[in-house]
């Protein structure tokens, strides 16, 4: 198993139980972005949440930022740091997924951001939907100086669905590209995942093509909400 290499580095701090959500961040040699990424985490409007930051054996100075970040800052929501030699990033996040702890599970790549309003909403929703297996959301992409740029997923038609989906609903949908295999564009239990022993496939490529779809297969009640990363 992949977490057999795996050593907290940084314990979690302030402990709560309960959480709603765990976001899983892989890190690799991401010491351009590793700011902005931490920043949209910090400012998050709610704070229910706890992040589990991955370290995939990264030979820049991702960790070293990555630590004075948190170090200088009031962090108001639980962490993790752990560390791993090199294994690829699906391996990585199968050792956030073993350590994670929160009801829904998020996997958040260490080259993007959030919304500051994303856990809130995330929070919001579950609680409207009475607590779906899966959330699924769209996208904005931005280049290095913060402009939009143009985007393929996330706009559709079928991101104005208003009521809860079935499996079989999404599952087409993402048979017809309307909706993206990519783990970070969407939100499920980590019930699911456990129950069914979900992984990522280490050491292939494309790894959210094997793993997405049988998120979306093994969830019962699925939503889509008007949500941007």
């Known amino acids: 198993m992949a977490n057999i290499w795996s050593v907290i580095i940084f314990e979690e701090i302030q402990m709560k139980k309960n959480v ?8 690799y040699n991401v010491e351009k972005y590793i700011g902005s990424l931490v920043n949209s985490l910090v400012k998050q409007t709610n704070k229910n949440f706890e992040v589990i930051y991955i370290d995939d054996g990264s030979t820049d100075e991702s960790m070293q930022i990555l630590k004075e970040i ?11 740091l752990l560390q791993q030699v090199n294994q690829g990033l699906s391996s990585a996040r199968n050792t956030g997924i073993l350590n994670a702890t929160g009801e829904y599970i998020f996997f958040l790549d260490s080259d993007d951001e959030i919304e500051i309003n994303f ?5 919001t929703s579950c609680y409207k939907y009475s607590q779906p297996d899966t959330l699924i959301f ?56 456990e129950k069914h022993d979900l992984l990522f496939s280490v050491g292939k490529k494309f790894e959210d093509n094997n793993f997405t779809p049988k998120v979306f297969y093994f969830s019962k009640n699925i939503v889509v909400i008007s949500l941007r990363l």
């Open 138 to 193: 769209g996208y904005s992409r931005i280049d290095e100086f913060g402009n939009a740029l143009d985007s393929n997923y996330g706009h559709g038609s079928f991101y104005r669905q208003k009521d809860l989906c079935t499996s079989e609903q999404i599952l087409t949908a993402l048979s017809k590209d309307e909706i993206p295999t990519t783990a970070w564009s969407f939100v499920t239990k980590r019930s699911v995942i």
């Open 20 to 27: 709603l959500l765990s976001i899983i961040v892989p890190i």
């Open 70 to 80: 948190m170090a200088g800052s009031e962090q108001e929501f639980s962490f993790k």
């Open 119 to 123: 856990v809130e909403t995330i929070l």
